[in-house]
Structure formats: structure tokens, C-alpha cells
């Protein structure tokens, strides 16, 4: 089993910026791909960004150019900068990996943190 653990959100004006984290622990073999995920009240939970074991990345459109995905396979941990941030912006943002285990290194399994809020206000 794999614990994902967020960090980082909370309450900025536009134009702002923070930095959310996560890391995660367990009987971890390997991570895949990581990446963070967001859902607004009301809305469908939507890719915000993502990054493989290699390090691509990639963005959803509203995000290109203000948020920077990175990771740290030794520490099994990947973190979102968010820089001019937006009213649009605010959701709860869940941090998201594929994992395998020592005991069943041929199949990943996808895992969810507990979610973290962010609100930007005007």
C-alpha cells in the first residue's frame, strides 16, 4: 500500500503564489508517472499537471506558463509551483502516482492523496 501525503495549499490573493507537495511512502518499488490533479466545486477533477520517471512534463492549457511540476525519484516526492495565480485557480488539488510494489513489480496500481485546498481570491 501507498500513502500520499499534500502540503503546501491555502489562502492567496491573485497574482500569488504557492507551492504545494507531496510525498509518498509504502511498500514502493518503483513510481511511474506523478502529478497533481484539481477539482473545483461543482466541476469534474481535471489533469493540472503531470511528469513521468524521466522527468516530461506536461500541462493543462489554463496552466502553461504559471505552474512548474517537478520531482525527486530518490525521495519519491513531486511538487507544484503555482505563480500568478487566478480566482479559477481555487479547487482542491489531489496529488496523484502510479506505483508498483517489491511483490508485484509487473503492475501499477494508481493512488490519491487526501487533497489540499487552494483558494485564490480577487
Known amino acids: 500500500q501507498v500513502q500520499l501525503v499534500e502540503s503546501g495549499g491555502g489562502l492567496v490573493q491573485a497574482g500569488g503564489s504557492l507551492r504545494l507537495s507531496c510525498a509518498a511512502s509504502?511498500?514502493?518499488?518503483?513510481?511511474?508517472?506523478m502529478g497533481w490533479y484539481r477539482q473545483a466545486p461543482g466541476k469534474q477533477r481535471e489533469l493540472v499537471a503531470g511528469?513521468?520517471?524521466?522527468?516530461?512534463?506536461n500541462y493543462a492549457d489554463s496552466v502553461q506558463g504559471r505552474f512548474t511540476i517537478s520531482r525527486d525519484n530518490g525521495k519519491n516526492t513531486v511538487s507544484l509551483e503555482m505563480n500568478s495565480l487566478k480566482p479559477e485557480d481555487t479547487a482542491v488539488y489531489y496529488c496523484n502516482c502510479e506505483a508498483n510494489s517489491y511483490s508485484r513489480r509487473n503492475y501499477f496500481t494508481n493512488y490519491w492523496g487526501q487533497g489540499t485546498q487552494v483558494t485564490v481570491s480577487s
Open positions: 509504502g511498500r514502493i518499488f518503483s513510481i511511474r508517472n
Open positions: 511528469i513521468t520517471s524521466a522527468g516530461i512534463t
